[in-house]
């Protein structure tokens, strides 16, 4: 089955630091373009960061409210992308998705979507 | 950044009606924006892609087009498991940014 499973969520401190993990099944990693995405509770969806594939060097982009603090980065091995989080802050709450664009003819197009890891930071 | 602009919020609808949701973004977008239906407590899920693009597996109820500045979402007759939030996201320019989603209730 093709899937995409995150974990590492949990309770954190304010200015701590969280590494989330997203490995796949089904599918070759390094083959794709992988983003993050993450919905605070009760708020909508918010792209956070892409990370480009093999082939692209794992460039990466990151949202204006996350660079700097957060990186995200592969491990080909493992199949798995990681999204280190540092620095955290209360607004930094919420599910966190790891997603495959399943890039069509240049098109974003999150077709394959993890089950969601929560992170919720707070003393 | 790009504002994408969703309405309506919300509406309530009932089982065979005709919906309709726009997007409007705060500068030209070509055709780089997609639609994505998320459940409580689920993933979303990839309904529309290029603008107009169907994908594979979602029923020919929903549809999209538009292209530039503004979108819309059209579901030609409402089904029970269509009751969602419906998102847009736009890929044009980084950073991705999605609306702020339409909630579709029972009406």
């Known amino acids: 089955e093709v899937q995409l499973v995150e974990s590492g969520g949990g309770l954190v401190q304010p200015g701590g630091s969280l590494r989330l993990s997203c490995t796949a099944s089904?599918?070759?990693?390094?083959?794709?373009?992988i983003d993050w995405v993450r919905q605070a509770p009760e708020k909508g969806l918010e792209w956070i960061g892409r990370?480009?594939?093999?082939?692209?060097?794992?460039?990466?982009e990151y949202a204006a409210s996350v660079k700097g603090r957060f990186t995200i980065s592969r491990d080909d091995s493992e199949n798995s992308v990681y999204l280190q989080m540092n620095s955290l802050k209360d607004d930094d709450t919420a599910v966190y998705y790891c997603?495959?664009?399943?890039?069509?003819?240049?098109?974003?197009?999150?077709?394959?979507w993890g089950q969601g890891t929560l992170v919720t930071v707070s003393s | 950044a790009t504002q994408m602009t969703q309405s309506p919020s919300s509406l309530s609808a009932s089982v065979g009606d005709r919906v309709t949701i726009t997007c409007r973004a705060s500068?030209?977008?070509?055709?780089?924006l997609g639609w994505y239906q998320q459940k409580p407590g689920k993933a979303p899920k990839l309904l529309i892609y290029?603008?107009?693009t169907l994908q594979s597996g979602v029923p020919s109820r929903f549809s999209g087009s538009g292209s530039g500045t503004d979108f819309t979402l059209t579901i030609s007759s409402l089904q029970p498991e269509d009751f969602a939030t419906y998102y847009c996201?736009?890929?044009?320019?980084?950073?991705?940014?999605f609306g702020g989603g339409t909630k579709v209730a029972i009406k």
């Open positions: 996201l736009q890929d044009d320019n980084y950073p991705l940014t």
């Open positions: 290029a603008a107009s």
């Open positions: 089904g599918i070759t990693l390094s083959d794709h373009y």
């Open positions: 990370s480009r594939n093999q082939a692209r060097k794992y460039s990466t």
């Open positions: 997603t495959r664009d399943q890039g069509v003819r240049g098109s974003t197009a999150f077709d394959l």
């Open positions: 500068q030209g977008i070509r055709n780089d």
